[in-house]
Protein backbone atom coordinates (compact mmCIF):
# COMPACT_ATOMS: atom_id res chain seq x y z
CA UNK A 1 0.00 0.00 0.00
CA UNK A 2 2.93 2.14 0.70
CA UNK A 3 4.14 2.24 -2.87
CA UNK A 4 0.68 4.31 -4.21
CA UNK A 5 0.97 7.83 -4.85
CA UNK A 6 0.25 10.49 -2.38
CA UNK A 7 -2.94 11.76 -4.78
CA UNK A 8 -4.47 8.28 -4.08
CA UNK A 9 -3.52 8.13 -0.69
CA UNK A 10 -5.19 11.69 0.29
CA UNK A 11 -8.46 9.61 -1.59
CA UNK A 12 -8.40 6.09 -0.20
CA UNK A 13 -6.96 6.58 3.09
CA UNK A 14 -9.58 5.46 5.40
CA UNK A 15 -8.79 4.66 9.37
CA UNK A 16 -11.86 3.73 10.41
CA UNK A 17 -15.69 1.98 9.07
CA UNK A 18 -18.63 0.95 11.07
CA UNK A 19 -20.55 -2.22 10.94
CA UNK A 20 -22.30 -0.45 8.30
CA UNK A 21 -19.86 -1.01 5.69
CA UNK A 22 -21.15 3.12 4.45
CA UNK A 23 -18.26 3.99 1.50
CA UNK A 24 -17.63 7.83 3.03
CA UNK A 25 -15.74 7.68 6.23
CA UNK A 26 -17.90 7.94 8.99
CA UNK A 27 -18.38 11.01 11.47
CA UNK A 28 -17.60 10.48 15.21
CA UNK A 29 -19.85 13.06 16.89
CA UNK A 30 -19.43 12.22 20.51
CA UNK A 31 -17.54 13.58 23.05
CA UNK A 32 -16.43 10.62 25.13
CA UNK A 33 -15.23 6.51 24.50
CA UNK A 34 -17.31 3.37 26.74
CA UNK A 35 -14.93 0.78 27.86
CA UNK A 36 -15.99 -3.57 28.36
CA UNK A 37 -14.99 -3.23 31.51
CA UNK A 38 -13.03 -1.74 34.44
CA UNK A 39 -9.67 -3.43 33.71
CA UNK A 40 -9.99 -2.18 29.90
CA UNK A 41 -10.87 1.78 31.49
CA UNK A 42 -7.91 1.08 33.79
CA UNK A 43 -5.44 -0.08 30.70
CA UNK A 44 -6.78 3.12 28.42
CA UNK A 45 -5.72 5.71 31.50
CA UNK A 46 -2.53 3.99 31.67
CA UNK A 47 -0.29 5.71 29.80
CA UNK A 48 -0.67 8.47 27.64
CA UNK A 49 -0.63 7.24 23.98
CA UNK A 50 -3.19 7.40 21.11
CA UNK A 51 -3.81 4.18 21.03
CA UNK A 52 -7.63 3.71 23.01
CA UNK A 53 -9.92 6.73 22.13
CA UNK A 54 -10.69 8.13 25.74
CA UNK A 55 -12.09 11.65 25.47
CA UNK A 56 -12.34 13.44 21.96
CA UNK A 57 -10.17 16.48 23.46
CA UNK A 58 -7.44 13.92 23.76
CA UNK A 59 -8.01 11.66 20.33
CA UNK A 60 -11.05 10.91 17.82
CA UNK A 61 -11.49 8.72 14.91
CA UNK A 62 -13.22 11.24 12.59
CA UNK A 63 -9.77 13.56 13.59
CA UNK A 64 -7.50 10.47 13.33
CA UNK A 65 -7.91 10.06 9.78
CA UNK A 66 -7.76 13.67 8.53
CA UNK A 67 -4.31 13.81 10.67
CA UNK A 68 -3.36 10.36 8.96
CA UNK A 69 -4.05 11.73 5.67
CA UNK A 70 -2.13 14.90 5.93
CA UNK A 71 0.82 13.05 7.28
CA UNK A 72 0.79 10.83 4.31
CA UNK A 73 0.64 13.68 1.96
CA UNK A 74 3.52 15.36 3.88
CA UNK A 75 5.53 12.26 4.45
CA UNK A 76 5.54 12.55 8.08
CA UNK A 77 5.60 9.73 10.46
CA UNK A 78 2.85 11.33 12.94
CA UNK A 79 0.37 14.36 13.14
CA UNK A 80 -2.14 16.23 15.84
CA UNK A 81 -4.63 18.37 14.54
CA UNK A 82 -5.72 21.73 16.44
CA UNK A 83 -9.23 23.77 16.26
CA UNK A 84 -7.27 26.21 13.99
CA UNK A 85 -4.08 27.34 12.29
CA UNK A 86 -3.31 30.07 14.80
CA UNK A 87 -3.60 27.13 17.36
CA UNK A 88 -1.12 24.95 15.18
CA UNK A 89 1.19 27.70 15.59
CA UNK A 90 0.54 28.75 19.26
CA UNK A 91 1.01 24.91 20.88
CA UNK A 92 4.31 23.98 18.85
CA UNK A 93 6.30 27.67 20.12
CA UNK A 94 4.44 26.36 23.52
CA UNK A 95 5.62 22.78 23.16
CA UNK A 96 8.99 23.66 22.29
CA UNK A 97 10.18 26.65 23.75
CA UNK A 98 11.07 27.37 27.13
CA UNK A 99 12.22 30.44 29.19
CA UNK A 100 15.25 31.94 28.13
CA UNK A 101 15.41 30.27 24.71
CA UNK A 102 15.13 31.37 21.18
CA UNK A 103 13.44 31.79 18.26
CA UNK A 104 14.52 33.23 14.56
CA UNK A 105 11.83 33.69 12.06
CA UNK A 106 11.53 35.50 8.46
CA UNK A 107 9.70 38.85 9.68
CA UNK A 108 6.98 38.19 6.64
CA UNK A 109 5.13 35.74 8.71
CA UNK A 110 1.29 35.89 8.91
CA UNK A 111 -0.21 38.53 11.49
CA UNK A 112 -1.18 36.65 14.27
CA UNK A 113 2.01 34.78 14.04
CA UNK A 114 3.72 38.02 13.64
CA UNK A 115 1.89 38.96 17.06
CA UNK A 116 3.10 35.70 19.37
CA UNK A 117 6.18 36.12 18.66
CA UNK A 118 6.74 40.06 19.31
CA UNK A 119 3.69 40.40 21.98
CA UNK A 120 3.26 37.42 23.78
CA UNK A 121 6.59 35.49 23.82
CA UNK A 122 8.35 37.92 25.11
CA UNK A 123 6.28 38.12 28.40
CA UNK A 124 7.54 34.35 28.93
CA UNK A 125 10.90 35.20 29.18
CA UNK A 126 11.03 33.64 24.89
CA UNK A 127 13.24 36.05 22.59
CA UNK A 128 12.48 36.26 18.53
CA UNK A 129 14.88 38.02 15.97
CA UNK A 130 13.77 38.13 12.67
CA UNK A 131 15.66 38.35 9.20
CA UNK A 132 14.31 39.73 5.69
CA UNK A 133 13.70 36.60 3.47
CA UNK A 134 14.88 38.80 0.29
CA UNK A 135 18.28 38.42 2.54
CA UNK A 136 18.73 34.80 3.87
CA UNK A 137 21.98 34.56 4.15
CA UNK A 138 21.96 37.03 7.39
CA UNK A 139 19.97 34.45 8.75
CA UNK A 140 23.29 33.02 9.64
CA UNK A 141 24.37 36.00 11.43
CA UNK A 142 21.29 34.78 14.20
CA UNK A 143 22.03 32.17 15.58
CA UNK A 144 22.73 31.83 19.50
CA UNK A 145 23.77 28.93 21.95
CA UNK A 146 20.01 29.39 23.07
CA UNK A 147 18.40 29.20 19.77
CA UNK A 148 16.01 25.99 19.74
CA UNK A 149 13.64 27.06 16.39
CA UNK A 150 13.32 28.85 13.08
CA UNK A 151 10.53 29.32 11.64
CA UNK A 152 9.05 30.44 7.99
CA UNK A 153 6.70 30.11 6.00
CA UNK A 154 7.20 29.51 1.67
CA UNK A 155 5.66 31.45 0.03
CA UNK A 156 5.06 33.36 2.70
CA UNK A 157 1.39 35.64 3.46
CA UNK A 158 1.03 38.00 1.99
CA UNK A 159 4.57 38.97 0.23
CA UNK A 160 4.87 35.67 -1.58
CA UNK A 161 8.65 35.31 -0.49
CA UNK A 162 10.09 31.97 -1.08
CA UNK A 163 13.10 30.32 0.78
CA UNK A 164 15.61 27.42 -0.46
CA UNK A 165 14.17 24.93 2.32
CA UNK A 166 17.00 22.64 1.60
CA UNK A 167 19.28 24.93 2.30
CA UNK A 168 17.92 26.35 5.55
CA UNK A 169 17.16 22.96 6.69
CA UNK A 170 21.03 22.04 6.29
CA UNK A 171 22.24 25.45 8.29
CA UNK A 172 19.68 23.97 11.20
CA UNK A 173 20.85 20.78 11.43
CA UNK A 174 24.20 22.46 11.89
CA UNK A 175 23.57 24.68 14.47
CA UNK A 176 21.18 21.90 16.14
CA UNK A 177 17.99 23.99 15.88
CA UNK A 178 14.57 23.08 14.66
CA UNK A 179 13.46 24.28 11.66
CA UNK A 180 9.22 24.40 11.35
CA UNK A 181 7.79 25.44 8.00
CA UNK A 182 4.20 26.84 8.02
CA UNK A 183 3.46 25.39 4.62
CA UNK A 184 -0.10 26.63 4.23
CA UNK A 185 0.15 28.92 0.92
CA UNK A 186 1.55 25.71 -0.72
CA UNK A 187 -0.23 22.79 0.57
CA UNK A 188 1.52 19.34 0.47
CA UNK A 189 -0.12 18.99 -3.07
CA UNK A 190 2.40 21.07 -4.36
CA UNK A 191 5.82 21.50 -1.89
CA UNK A 192 6.35 18.50 0.68
CA UNK A 193 9.14 20.32 3.59
CA UNK A 194 10.08 17.30 5.24
CA UNK A 195 11.61 15.58 2.26
CA UNK A 196 14.10 18.94 2.41
CA UNK A 197 14.58 18.40 6.05
CA UNK A 198 12.51 20.59 7.70
CA UNK A 199 11.41 18.75 11.66
CA UNK A 200 7.82 20.39 11.51
CA UNK A 201 5.12 21.37 9.30
CA UNK A 202 2.24 23.10 10.06
CA UNK A 203 -1.09 24.17 8.22
CA UNK A 204 -4.01 26.68 8.91
CA UNK A 205 -6.26 23.95 7.42
CA UNK A 206 -9.28 26.85 6.96
CA UNK A 207 -7.36 27.96 3.52
CA UNK A 208 -6.46 25.46 0.68
CA UNK A 209 -6.87 22.40 2.66
CA UNK A 210 -10.93 23.23 3.40
CA UNK A 211 -10.56 24.55 0.06
CA UNK A 212 -14.04 25.63 0.09
CA UNK A 213 -14.02 28.43 3.24
CA UNK A 214 -16.45 26.16 5.59
CA UNK A 215 -14.75 25.25 8.69
CA UNK A 216 -11.26 26.55 10.75
CA UNK A 217 -8.65 24.13 11.23
CA UNK A 218 -5.17 23.66 11.89
CA UNK A 219 -2.29 20.34 11.74
CA UNK A 220 1.38 20.06 12.64
CA UNK A 221 3.50 16.75 11.29
CA UNK A 222 6.33 15.51 11.80
CA UNK A 223 8.39 12.66 13.44
CA UNK A 224 6.73 10.38 16.68
CA UNK A 225 8.76 11.85 19.22
CA UNK A 226 8.39 15.51 18.19
CA UNK A 227 4.62 15.41 17.83
CA UNK A 228 4.10 13.38 21.09
CA UNK A 229 4.64 16.08 23.31
CA UNK A 230 2.68 18.55 21.13
CA UNK A 231 -0.26 15.89 21.53
CA UNK A 232 0.56 15.84 25.22
CA UNK A 233 0.12 19.99 25.00
CA UNK A 234 -2.91 19.97 22.64
CA UNK A 235 -4.62 16.93 25.04
CA UNK A 236 -3.97 19.15 27.88
CA UNK A 237 -4.52 22.73 27.45
CA UNK A 238 -7.76 22.02 24.89
CA UNK A 239 -7.25 23.62 21.71
CA UNK A 240 -8.67 20.00 19.76
CA UNK A 241 -10.11 19.91 16.51
CA UNK A 242 -13.90 18.72 16.36
CA UNK A 243 -14.74 15.53 14.44
CA UNK A 244 -17.24 17.63 12.67
CA UNK A 245 -14.41 20.08 11.36
CA UNK A 246 -12.02 17.23 10.49
CA UNK A 247 -15.00 15.07 8.66
CA UNK A 248 -15.07 17.85 6.19
CA UNK A 249 -11.38 18.69 6.35
CA UNK A 250 -10.85 14.70 5.21
CA UNK A 251 -13.63 14.92 2.15
CA UNK A 252 -11.83 18.14 1.20
CA UNK A 253 -8.35 16.58 1.40
CA UNK A 254 -9.24 13.92 -1.23
CA UNK A 255 -9.80 16.83 -4.23
CA UNK A 256 -6.56 19.04 -2.74
CA UNK A 257 -4.66 17.89 -5.49
CA UNK A 258 -6.80 18.31 -8.44
CA UNK A 259 -7.77 21.88 -7.13
CA UNK A 260 -4.44 22.61 -6.48
CA UNK A 261 -3.67 22.26 -10.22
CA UNK A 262 -6.46 24.71 -11.40
CA UNK A 263 -5.77 27.22 -8.77
CA UNK A 264 -1.93 26.87 -10.38
CA UNK A 265 -3.39 26.83 -13.81
CA UNK A 266 -5.67 29.95 -13.63
CA UNK A 267 -2.69 31.77 -11.38
CA UNK A 268 -0.03 31.31 -13.84
CA UNK A 269 -2.35 32.62 -16.67
CA UNK A 270 -3.67 35.65 -14.78
CA UNK A 271 -0.42 36.47 -13.32
CA UNK A 272 0.96 36.62 -17.20
CA UNK A 273 -2.20 38.33 -18.39
CA UNK A 274 -1.52 41.28 -15.68
CA UNK A 275 2.24 41.68 -16.47
CA UNK A 276 3.22 45.32 -17.82
CA UNK A 277 -0.50 45.96 -17.30
CA UNK A 278 -0.34 49.88 -17.70
CA UNK A 279 -1.88 50.00 -14.10
CA UNK A 280 0.25 47.42 -12.08
CA UNK A 281 3.66 48.63 -11.12
CA UNK A 282 4.70 44.78 -10.73
CA UNK A 283 2.93 41.27 -10.43
CA UNK A 284 4.29 38.41 -8.25
CA UNK A 285 4.04 35.12 -8.46
CA UNK A 286 6.09 31.92 -7.98
CA UNK A 287 6.55 30.60 -11.44
CA UNK A 288 6.72 33.92 -13.29
CA UNK A 289 10.72 34.08 -14.05
CA UNK A 290 10.20 38.06 -12.87
CA UNK A 291 9.85 36.47 -9.41
CA UNK A 292 13.13 37.02 -7.49
CA UNK A 293 13.19 33.43 -6.29
CA UNK A 294 12.09 31.43 -8.83
CA UNK A 295 14.75 29.46 -9.41
CA UNK A 296 14.15 28.15 -6.06
CA UNK A 297 10.51 27.81 -6.45
CA UNK A 298 10.92 25.91 -9.40
CA UNK A 299 13.38 23.38 -7.65
CA UNK A 300 11.00 22.60 -4.52
CA UNK A 301 7.31 23.46 -5.38
CA UNK A 302 5.45 21.68 -8.16
CA UNK A 303 3.52 24.50 -9.25
CA UNK A 304 3.20 28.16 -7.86
CA UNK A 305 0.10 27.91 -6.04
CA UNK A 306 -2.60 29.94 -6.08
CA UNK A 307 -1.96 33.32 -4.88
CA UNK A 308 -0.68 36.52 -6.75
CA UNK A 309 -0.36 39.85 -5.55
CA UNK A 310 0.42 43.14 -7.81
CA UNK A 311 0.98 46.58 -7.23
CA UNK A 312 -1.66 48.79 -8.25
CA UNK A 313 -0.46 52.37 -9.36
CA UNK A 314 -2.28 55.28 -6.87
CA UNK A 315 -1.54 53.59 -3.89
CA UNK A 316 -4.09 52.94 -0.97
CA UNK A 317 -6.58 55.25 -2.75
CA UNK A 318 -6.59 53.37 -6.00
CA UNK A 319 -6.35 49.90 -4.03
CA UNK A 320 -9.48 50.84 -2.14
CA UNK A 321 -11.36 52.10 -5.86
CA UNK A 322 -9.93 48.68 -7.18
CA UNK A 323 -12.20 46.62 -4.32
CA UNK A 324 -15.24 48.59 -4.67
CA UNK A 325 -15.18 48.46 -7.92
CA UNK A 326 -14.85 44.34 -7.85
CA UNK A 327 -18.19 42.66 -9.49
CA UNK A 328 -17.68 39.33 -9.05
CA UNK A 329 -14.28 38.62 -7.16
CA UNK A 330 -15.40 38.75 -3.07
CA UNK A 331 -13.61 41.06 -0.30
CA UNK A 332 -13.08 39.01 1.84
CA UNK A 333 -10.01 38.16 4.27
CA UNK A 334 -10.12 34.34 3.96
CA UNK A 335 -7.91 32.79 1.30
CA UNK A 336 -7.75 29.52 -0.30
CA UNK A 337 -11.38 29.29 -1.40
CA UNK A 338 -12.79 27.90 -4.74
CA UNK A 339 -14.07 31.29 -5.17
CA UNK A 340 -11.69 34.15 -5.99
CA UNK A 341 -11.01 36.76 -3.46
CA UNK A 342 -9.35 40.24 -3.39
CA UNK A 343 -7.90 42.16 -0.25
CA UNK A 344 -5.57 44.91 0.32
CA UNK A 345 -3.87 44.66 3.01
CA UNK A 346 -2.65 48.08 3.54
CA UNK A 347 -6.28 49.44 4.50
CA UNK A 348 -7.34 46.28 6.36
CA UNK A 349 -5.42 43.73 7.81
CA UNK A 350 -2.10 45.76 8.16
CA UNK A 351 -3.66 49.29 8.46
CA UNK A 352 -3.11 49.78 12.39
CA UNK A 353 0.77 49.77 11.37
CA UNK A 354 2.47 52.69 9.71
CA UNK A 355 3.64 52.41 6.16
CA UNK A 356 7.70 51.61 7.68
CA UNK A 357 6.16 48.85 9.69
CA UNK A 358 4.27 47.80 6.61
CA UNK A 359 7.33 47.83 4.54
CA UNK A 360 9.03 46.13 6.57
CA UNK A 361 6.88 43.24 6.45
CA UNK A 362 6.61 43.60 2.29
CA UNK A 363 3.64 45.85 2.41
CA UNK A 364 3.39 48.28 -0.10
CA UNK A 365 0.36 50.79 -0.38
CA UNK A 366 -1.00 49.26 -3.18
CA UNK A 367 -0.41 45.28 -2.81
CA UNK A 368 -3.31 43.68 -3.96
CA UNK A 369 -3.70 39.97 -2.99
CA UNK A 370 -5.90 37.53 -5.14
CA UNK A 371 -6.37 34.17 -4.31
CA UNK A 372 -7.00 32.75 -7.33
CA UNK A 373 -10.35 30.66 -7.19
CA UNK A 374 -11.49 27.74 -9.61
CA UNK A 375 -13.87 30.12 -11.57
CA UNK A 376 -13.57 30.38 -15.37
CA UNK A 377 -10.34 32.07 -15.85
CA UNK A 378 -11.61 34.59 -18.28
CA UNK A 379 -14.58 35.22 -15.79
CA UNK A 380 -11.14 36.16 -12.73
CA UNK A 381 -9.60 38.02 -15.55
CA UNK A 382 -12.72 40.40 -16.85
CA UNK A 383 -13.60 41.07 -13.22
CA UNK A 384 -9.95 41.98 -12.46
CA UNK A 385 -9.62 44.53 -15.70
CA UNK A 386 -12.62 46.28 -15.61
CA UNK A 387 -11.88 47.21 -11.81
CA UNK A 388 -8.30 48.06 -12.39
CA UNK A 389 -9.64 50.54 -15.42
CA UNK A 390 -11.50 51.98 -12.58
CA UNK A 391 -9.31 51.85 -10.03
CA UNK A 392 -7.34 55.28 -11.81
CA UNK A 393 -10.04 57.19 -12.31
C1 LIG B 1 -4.55 31.88 7.94
C2 LIG B 1 -3.14 31.56 8.23
C3 LIG B 1 -2.75 31.13 9.50
C4 LIG B 1 -3.73 31.06 10.67
O1 LIG B 1 -4.70 30.08 10.49
P1 LIG B 1 -6.17 30.15 11.16
O2 LIG B 1 -6.78 28.85 10.71
O3 LIG B 1 -6.84 31.36 10.62
O4 LIG B 1 -5.98 30.22 12.64
C5 LIG B 1 -1.43 30.80 9.71
N1 LIG B 1 -0.52 30.89 8.70
C6 LIG B 1 -0.86 31.31 7.46
C7 LIG B 1 0.18 31.40 6.41
C8 LIG B 1 -2.18 31.66 7.17
O5 LIG B 1 -2.51 32.08 5.95
Known sequence: MSKQHPETRAIRLQTEQTSQKEHATPMFLTSSFTYESATDMAAAFSDDSLDVNIYSRFSNPTVDEFVAKVAALEGA???????TGMAAVFATFMTFLSKGDHI????AVFGSTHTILTKFLPKWGIEYS???MAEPASVEALFRPETKMLYVETPSNPGLDIIDLGWLAGLCKKNNVMLVVDNCFATPAVQQPISYGADLVLHSATKFIDGQGRVLGGVVVGRKELIHPLYLFVRNTGPSMSAFNAWVLTKSLETLYIRMEKHADNALKLATALQGHASIE?????????????????????????????????GITAGQKFLDALEMLSMTNNLGDSRSIASHPASTTHSKLSEAERAAVGISPGLIRIS????????IKADILQALAKSQA
Request: glycine content about 10%; proline content about 4%; aromatic content about 10%.
Open 282 to 314: WVKYPFLDTHPQHAIAKKQMSNGGGIISFEIRG
Open 77 to 83: EDGIATA
Open 104 to 107: ISAS
Open 130 to 132: YFD
Open 372 to 379: VGLEHVDD
